[in-house]
């Protein structure tokens, strides 16, 4: 452990299961999720071993319909000392909620969540980091609702998402009310390119992703925040049918390679949870239990 770097970095875990991913909502009708084969479960049980034995806390931001369908597995985040936060109700993106319906969305959420683990949430991530300049209003609703801190923001330019031009690092919106914890990017040939984790640290190699996690720890000084999913470490989950060709390569890319990264990863650095990391950032409103 003494070879690691000293910054402390914010590993995250976005707890959904392989159905509900934005790129197969065309495909996966909600209304058929409880029929379907769930392996979040299993999946989750690797993990929390993995982080138990590298002893390792992480912000793990989970569907409200998870925390309805699988209370024990809430409960054992919370009781492995690891940060409970709220990924949304069903995984709509934000760019498809009016003000209204994200209103409901991370309220509903944030009550089933508190419910079932007896614990109070604080974190917000949208699905597929869809907080864009169309959905400004969405860190106000966080700090109506009680938030503290949002990782939805992705300072890239991206088909679905992305606002490019947002600042990397965390910074304080609605007066202090909310921090906004962007994915980690690195600057290359005057753009942002992601190096927080999801899809590309599965499509580049890793010593690519180590390269570009060191500029932002090492040359910048700042912390990374990384994230994944249960099911990328699961490259034996059922097909879904009739997923198109581009969003079947970028769901199981080098899925067979993603363990064995994260290992290496989880080993390389220090990680902690988001308020292990920004806590002291967080705005007015103190943490309180
Ligand atoms: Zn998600």
């Not at 138990?52 to 985040?77: D, H």
């Not at 990782?151 to 991206?158: E, G, L, R």
């Not at 600042?167 to 007066?175: A, I, K, L, Q």
Request: glycine share 8%; hydrophobic share 35%; proline share 5%.
């Amino acid at each position: 452990m003494s070879d690691r770097l000293p910054i402390l970095n914010a590993m995250t875990v976005d707890v959904e299961d392989y159905f509900q991913v934005s790129a197969f909502d065309p495909y996966v009708c909600k209304s058929s999720w409880q029929e379907r084969p769930g392996r979040v479960e299993a999946n989750m049980d690797r993990i929390l071993e993995m982080f138990n034995k590298f002893e390792i806390k992480c912000t793990f931001f989970t569907l409200g319909w998870i925390a309805m369908q699988y209370p024990s597995l809430v409960k054992r985040i919370v009781a492995e000392g690891h940060d409970l936060a709220s990924h949304g109700w069903d995984h709509t993106m934000v760019t498809k909620l009016g003000r209204a319906e994200f209103e409901q969305d991370v309220s509903k959420s944030k009550e089933v969540l508190e419910q079932v683990s007896g614990t109070r949430v604080t974190g917000y991530r949208a699905p597929s980091y869809s907080f864009t300049k169309a959905n400004d209003w969405a860190h106000a609703v966080l700090a109506e609702q009680g938030y503290l801190y949002s990782s939805s923001v992705a300072p890239i330019k991206h088909a679905f998402y992305g606002i490019p031009d947002a600042p990397r690092f965390s910074h304080e919106r609605e007066n202090g009310a909310i921090l906004e914890i962007p994915i980690t990017t690195t600057r290359l040939l005057g753009r942002n390119i992601p190096c927080g984790g999801g899809g590309w640290f599965r499509l580049y190699p890793y010593f690519i992703s180590k390269w570009a996690i060191d500029r932002v720890t090492r040359s910048e000084g700042k912390s990374a925040i990384f994230y994944f999913h249960p099911w990328e470490i699961d490259p034996d989950q059922p097909r879904i049918d009739g997923i198109g060709s581009v969003a079947r390569f970028r769901h199981f890319q080098n899925m067979k390679h993603m363990e064995r990264r994260l290992l290496k990863l989880f080993g390389q650095y220090r990680w902690g949870t988001i308020p292990d990391v920004f806590g002291q950032e967080f705005g007015n409103t103190q943490i309180s239990e």
